[in-house]
């Protein structure tokens, strides 16, 4: 199943609006605090590039949509859709952001899939505590320093995924989803192609639901990626390149 990627930064960001449709700016508008505003505003835009990028591959015609005509309406559950000029895209789209630095990950629809970018750091014995399984906590304490922080975060960041392909987010129990890094911490190159040679692997477990999912380093942050199929990771290629 191929899943396509981008990050995009701040500076990426137009200086405008005219990329956004007018209810997405009425939404912009409604927001006061102006971090919320930043965050939607850096993520919307990285979710249009993405479904762009990657529309020819998944519906077929060459031309793809301009960014005004795309808009990432949020579902019901508050997942977000995208809809090309008032249809719903066959498309998923994830969306997650962390310190001025945007990702999306888009794939056929329907799929349950979710992605996160995380900004490596330390996380408290009382962080981990909270929100880890015991497993998880054993990861965390098998290692220490730089490693304690890739593994907290890598984690952290692995459950944030499956939580948005389950379309609950931070309203189910964080230790009710159990991540297991398969293919190990070490660290994934972050320049050694375009496809799944640069991931690494690893399965977050919701009861009997398994998620399979692939994770990098991304200079100091850490980017996941899970679904239901195993994923095939590709970068899109989009004008104005890519922030390694």
Not at 62 to 90: F, H, K, L, M, W
Not at 100 to 109: D, E, I, T
Not at 170 to 177: E, I, Q
Request: charged letters at 30%; aromatic letters at 6%.
């Amino acid at each position: 199943m191929k899943v396509f990627w981008l990050v995009q930064t701040a500076a990426d960001l137009p200086e405008d609006d005219d990329w956004l449709a007018a209810e997405e700016r009425a939404r912009l508008q409604s927001m006061s605090v102006a971090k919320r505003r930043e965050d939607w505003r850096l993520g919307r835009w990285t979710a249009k590039r993405a479904v762009t990028a990657a529309w020819s591959e998944f519906v077929g015609e060459p031309e793809p949509p301009d960014d005004a005509s795309v808009v990432i309406r949020p579902a019901p559950d508050g997942a977000p859709e995208a809809y090309v000029q008032g249809e719903r895209a066959p498309l998923t789209v994830s969306i997650s952001h962390s310190a001025h630095n945007g990702l999306s990950a888009v794939a056929a629809r329907p799929v349950a899939l979710g992605c996160d970018i995380e900004e490596i750091a330390e996380r408290s014995d009382r962080f981990v505590e909270d929100y880890f399984t015991e497993r998880e906590r054993t990861i965390v304490g098998g290692v220490a320093g730089d490693e304690r922080a890739l593994a907290a975060t890598l984690i952290w960041s692995a459950k944030e995924s499956a939580l948005k392909a389950l379309r609950e987010g931070l309203r189910l129990d964080t230790r009710a989803v159990e991540v297991s890094l398969t293919g190990g911490l070490a660290r994934s190159s972050v320049n050694s192609g375009l496809t799944g040679e640069e991931w690494s692997p690893l399965l977050v477990r919701h009861g009997a639901r398994n998620f399979r999912g692939l994770w990098r380093t991304h200079g100091r942050f850490v980017l996941t990626v899970v679904a239901e199929r195993e994923p095939e990771i590709i970068r899109c290629r989009h004008e104005g390149g890519l922030p390694l």
